[in-house]
T-cell receptor, first 115, second 110 residues
Framework: EPEVTQTPSHQVTQMGQEVILRCVPISNHLYFYWYRQILGQKVEFLVS????????KSEIFDDQFSVERPDGSNFTLKIRSTKLEDSAMYFC?????????????FGQGTRLTVV | GQQLNQSPQSMFIQEGEDVSMNCTSSSIFNTWLWYKQEPGEGPVLLIA?????ELTSNGRLTAQFGITRKDSFLNISASIPSDVGIYFCAGQGGSEKLVFGKGTKLTVNP
């Protein structure tokens, strides 16, 4: 199965601090997504990113969130000023190489704990 | 917004039994996906369905894309202990995002 890798696996941060979550998506793919999962709940869409631009975002993805592809391979999600309710698993995902959408493959996730 | 109703919420079965779970929606989806998630891990794709009426198997797993495009089911035959986990359905409509169900937590007793 194609691999999406995420770092760190776990991050603890103080409320109000900025965090950056990193993802290395399936190689040579232009489509990336970020999802989050609050403990015990369903997976929720945050944002999709295609060809270095946000193509779709949810109402969760407010001004505190941003995404970028700083070096052509890594894909980052930044939360500017974390809140307690940002504590969740954050997953990066990517479709299968050669396709634009559909079979999204997820990374192992970053567990963000805001204290 | 689009929502998926997934049932049952949890299942407790004996090893060797067959399992069935389903998802329904008030909205039409173009793609249905079924994922399995184990504790501390990301969702792992099991089956992808792209056409209304499509029936697809992956080993002991079988899933169908409903004719109305508003529902899908997943069956697991002859369950084994490693089938334990949370199973999520996910639908994709006219945009990139996947809409997930709330999951079915499966427990298999040896």
């Amino acid at each position: 199965e194609p691999e999406v890798t995420q770092t760190p696996s776990h991050q603890v941060t103080q409320m109000g601090q900025e965090v950056i979550l990193r993802c290395v998506p399936i190689s040579n793919h232009l489509y990336f997504y970020w999802y989050r999962q609050i403990l015990g709940q369903k997976v929720e869409f945050l944002v999709s990113f295609y060809n270095n631009e946000i193509s779709e975002k949810s109402e969760i993805f407010d001004d505190q969130f941003s995404v970028e592809r700083p070096d052509g391979s890594n894909f980052t999600l930044k939360i500017r000023s974390t809140k307690l309710e940002d504590s969740a698993m954050y997953f990066c995902a990517s479709p299968r190489a050669g396709t634009l959408r559909g079979e999204a493959f997820f990374g192992q996730g970053t567990r963000l704990t805001v204290v | 917004g689009q929502q998926l109703n997934q049932s049952p919420q949890s299942m407790f079965i004996q090893e060797g039994e067959d399992v069935s779970m389903n998802c329904t929606s008030s909205s039409i989806f173009n793609t249905w996906l079924w994922y399995k998630q184990e504790p501390g891990e990301g969702p792992v794709l099991l089956i992808a369905l792209y056409k209304a009426g499509e029936l697809t198997s992956n080993g002991r797993l079988t899933a169908q894309f409903g004719i109305t495009r508003k529902d899908s089911f997943l069956n697991i035959s002859a369950s084994i202990p490693s089938d334990v986990g949370i199973y999520f359905c996910a639908g994709q409509g006219g945009s990139e995002k996947l809409v997930f169900g709330k999951g079915t937590k499966l427990t298999v007793n040896p």
